[in-house]
């Protein structure tokens, strides 16, 4: 479902040559859930912003179905993220000016959905994550593990094939962490793909197939 | 995609307020200066109505003089006429074209009134400013023998008093018709001109009234002198040295209306300029205002950029959805704006036509969206060019 061939990432300056990946190798398969696992500055999150078409690699390819997607130009691109591709942040990046609802709605209004469908999929993904109550409100008057389930419900609401989390718990305390990745496993349960950055055991052990690096190479 | 950018908007408006009200401030100067401006274009457009070029005006004083005026102004008309280098001459009353000088009365016909600028002037008149008519005929010497004082009046008049009806042969009175007692103080039109824009081109048409002035009139003491093509100033000479010499101790000034009429445009077109300097300031300053504002915010949202990028928008959206603010912005102000705007041609102030409020006001809407587009167009650019997985690693 998604390939990724002998990636490469190098950041560059006028002074300075950082290697963030090397040479990884990486076959995610419809229904898994896999966890990504390394200390601070492994390369994690670029190795996600990679998969999640956010960055390009520097080397290698990467393949979605099949397709090879180096040559894609921006509106291309950006198609495959709205359509197959959900995020899920640490910080949740919700927009606070905007409702819970009209948060949940932002993948939507990048596709040609009315906007009665678009009121209708929000609120069933809400539901999902069990915020039917708190549409109304805005980011600021909900706690962190809500603000989270509200990213969640923002992923899946254009029911994409691949939910990308970028450690989804990090900013929760451990109940709510827990709450959050029964809610990620119930989704794949249902079918969704997803792959996790994290830095708790405990979670990475309650995926499927772990992977793990260490400054920048895949060591398991 | 507008829905989600008004909710965006309305709940940030205690922030957009400040901006709201500068786009708000700078439609109103701009609605008020472009209101002068299609105003004076609008009537710069129109005829002037006369001939200007090479028509002098003799100012004749007669100071200490008190004997015979009115012989010695006589016998000075026929000398000026009788020059080879003058086609005609008019006395007129101190209204001359381009003149700070404005008479005006009330005009009545049967139970309509109007004001009308009033020009007593001779026979020759028209010759002089080559003032066609479109009806009658302009007065002739034997006019002067009728009961009513001949006049003629121009087609706004015309429109005023008589509407359709054929104003020929008409007799109007005044407001003086009833106190003046054995004087004239009725009129009989004898002929209509088109226009007679006194002031000049960027005045309004206003209507017009040419009485007959009185054979031994001495007060009206200006002369309008058309001259043939070639006349210098040796003439000038030689025309002040002949009429100081038939009426000693008279003070003779002349003058040129090409010159009075550049002198009359510069009183308009003055004001205009020094309003347009201070709209242009005011513009720039608001254009500098969004500029900076737009960069800061862009910059303050640069998660919000990447986030959206990250859920499906493309460059082009992103500089979509920072324009298409903007725009919001800009059309919030302007619909405030438009609530004072349009009181303007509802209530007819300063008794200009209602196209011109209008064409004022859609001009302003343009320009504003215009600065507006050009203040976003880069920030909204540059937003695009955000790197998403930059900015979102930032917060």
């Keep these: ?35 990504v696992m390394g200390p601070s500055g492994c390369g994690k999150s670029t190795l996600l912003n990679i998969m999640g078409l956010l960055d390009e690699p520097t080397g290698g390819e990467i393949s979605i179905d099949g397709s090879r997607v180096a040559n894609y130009h921006d509106k291309e691109l950006a198609r495959l993220r709205n359509e197959k591709l959900g995020f899920i942040f640490q910080s949740f990046h919700l927009i606070n000016d905007l409702s819970v609802l009209d948060n949940v709605e932002i993948p939507l209004l990048y596709r040609k959905t009315s906007a009665k469908v678009r009121r209708e999929l929000a609120q069933e993904a809400l539901e999902k994550v069990g915020l039917s109550n708190r549409m109304k409100h805005f980011p600021k008057q909900l706690s962190g593990g809500q603000k989270q389930r509200v990213a969640i419900a923002r992923a899946i609401v254009g029911r994409p094939e691949i939910i990308l989390a970028d450690e989804p718990t990090g900013n929760l305390d451990s109940v709510m962490g827990n709450e959050i990745l029964d809610i990620l496993q119930k989704l794949n349960d249902d079918g969704a793909t997803i792959v996790m950055v994290t830095h708790d055991d405990a979670m990475a052990q309650r995926t499927h197939r772990l992977v793990r690096l260490f400054d920048g190479t895949q060591v398991l | 995609m507008l829905r989600h ?24 100067v701009l609605f008020g200066v472009l209101s002068l401006i299609v105003y004076n274009l609008n009537n710069y457009l129109e005829p002037i109505g006369f001939e200007y070029k090479n028509v002098w005006v003799v100012d004749l004083n007669n100071n200490q003089d008190t004997t015979a005026i009115a012989e010695k102004t006589t016998q000075i008309m026929q000398r000026i006429r009788s020059y080879p280098q003058v086609a ?16 005006n009365n009330s005009t009545n016909y049967q139970k309509i009134s109007s004001m009308a600028d009033d020009y007593y002037t001779d026979e020759e008149f028209s010759k002089t400013l080559d003032l066609p008519l479109t009806a009658g005929r302009w007065y002739l010497p034997e006019d002067r023998v009728s009961k009513s004082t001949p006049v003629v009046i121009n087609k706004k008049l015309q429109e005023k008093l008589f509407g359709d009806e ?136 640069r998660s919000e950029i990447g986030l959206r990028r990250a859920m499906g928008a493309t460059e082009g959206s992103v500089t979509a959805q920072f324009l298409g603010e903007m725009w919001v912005l ?21 008794d200009i036509a209602a196209g011109v409020y209008l064409t004022a006001i859609a001009a302003a809407i343009v320009v504003i969206f215009v600065i507006v587009t050009l203040c976003a167009w880069y920030p909204s650019r540059q937003a695009a060019r955000v790197q998403p997985a930059l900015a979102l690693h930032e917060e």
């Design chain 2, 88 to 103: 005609s001459a008019s006395r007129m009353s101190s209204n001359t074209p381009f003149s700070a000088n404005t008479m």
């Design chain 2, 166 to 301: 054929n104003p020929l042969g008409k007799v109007l009175g005044n407001n003086d018709s009833e106190s003046e007692g054995n004087q004239k103080t009725t009129f009989r039109v004898v002929g209509v001109v088109d226009k007679f824009k006194a002031k000049g081109e960027f005045m309004l048409d206003n209507p017009a009234i040419f009485k007959l002035m009185d054979k031994n009139d001495k007060w009206n003491k200006l002369v309008l002198i058309k001259t043939k093509a070639g006349t210098d100033a040796t003439f000038e000479e030689r025309l002040v040295k002949d009429i100081a010499a038939m009426a000693p101790g008279w003070g003779i000034e002349v003058s040129y209306l090409t010159e009075s009429r550049k002198n009359r445009h510069n009183l308009t077109l003055v004001p205009v300029i020094i309003f347009l300097i201070i709209s242009g300031f005011l513009l720039t300053n608001v254009a500098l205002g969004l500029f900076g504002i737009l960069n800061l915010g862009i910059a303050r949202r």
């Design chain 1, 1 to 35: 479902m998604l390939q990724l061939t002998n990636i490469d990432k190098t950041y560059r300056t006028s002074s300075v040559e950082t290697l963030a990946l090397n040479n990884i190798n990486l076959n995610v398969k419809k229904g898994e859930f896999i966890s």
């Design chain 2, 5 to 28: 950018l008004l909710k965006l908007i309305w709940n940030k408006k205690g922030s957009h307020s400040l901006l709201i009200i500068e786009i708000w401030a700078s439609f109103m």
């Design chain 2, 330 to 350: 800009a059309a919030f102000s302007v619909i405030l704006g438009l609530l004072f705007a349009v009181q303007f041609p509802i209530m007819n102030v300063f």
